[in-house]
């Protein structure tokens, strides 16, 4: 019997989050088993059972493969000496960075068309739910803090409690991904994610962004007629 190493372990681990990804996106996760999976690996379910206690926590392990990334990203806003100088600005290109990889990155949008447009949080799913509230959150204290530390460092009493104010962002940045995701032809979700933020941001009370106009291209007008 041959032993399987580490990177064996590691590989059918990975070949099984991509066949969930690409069967959630297709099925959706309810109509998804995990025998469906393991098929779709090329392995059995006994490997499944050996990397994740159920779905559920396979779900999870599929989402933190793309989440982590951007809430490492959120933790390090306002606990690095060039994010302090300037944590507003650092808290902008965090949201940024998260629409970026949103619009360009497969399987960012794979994953959060999947969590947004195909689970059901029913009992077989009850800690899917618990790791999105906890997400949610996570996520709302530190942007809290971040405003905070902001209006502290201009000398600034924002328009609503700090609190309310990161829900509102929150719910805010949260609406555009899943309405983009709805219809990715429909806005640019990187340029308009910058507008709403800055427009939203100086409505708490921080001095407004200015941001480069669009070009605009310039038609060639037709040379005028000589008259007699």
């Known amino acids: 019997m041959v032993r399987r190493t580490k990177a064996d372990a590691e590989a059918t681990r990975h070949s099984l989050l991509d066949a969930a990804e690409l069967l959630f996106q297709a099925r959706g996760v309810s109509r998804t088993s995990l025998n469906d999976i393991a098929t779709a690996a090329g392995t059995t379910r ?20 793309v989440v982590l990334p951007l809430e490492e990203t959120l933790n390090k806003v306002g606990k690095t000496p060039s994010t302090l100088a300037d944590p507003l600005q650092s808290l902008r290109d965090s949201i940024a ?16 068309e999947i969590a947004t447009l195909q689970v059901e949080y029913h009992d077989e799913m009850h800690a899917v739910r618990a790791r999105h509230l906890q997400g949610r959150n996570d ?21 609503i409690p700090v609190q309310s104010a990161a829900l509102g962002l929150h719910v805010m940045i949260d609406g555009l991904i899943q309405n983009w995701l709805l219809d990715p032809q429909a806005f640019d979700l990187r340029r308009c994610g910058r507008q709403v ?6 409505g708490l009370g921080f001095p407004p962004v200015t941001l480069p106009r669009p070009q605009t291209r310039r038609t060639r007008q037709p040379p005028a007629l000589e008259t007699a």
């Open 46 to 65: 006994g490997a499944i059972y050996w990397h994740f206690r159920d779905k559920a926590d396979l779900f999870n392990a599929m989402m933190e493969r």
């Open 197 to 202: 933020v800055n427009t939203y941001l100086a």
């Open 97 to 112: 960075y998260a629409l970026h990889k949103t619009a360009t990155d497969e399987r960012t949008r794979r994953v959060f």
């Open 139 to 159: 996520c709302m204290q530190q942007t809290a803090e971040v405003l905070r530390s902001a209006a502290d460092q201009q000398g600034l009493t924002l328009a």
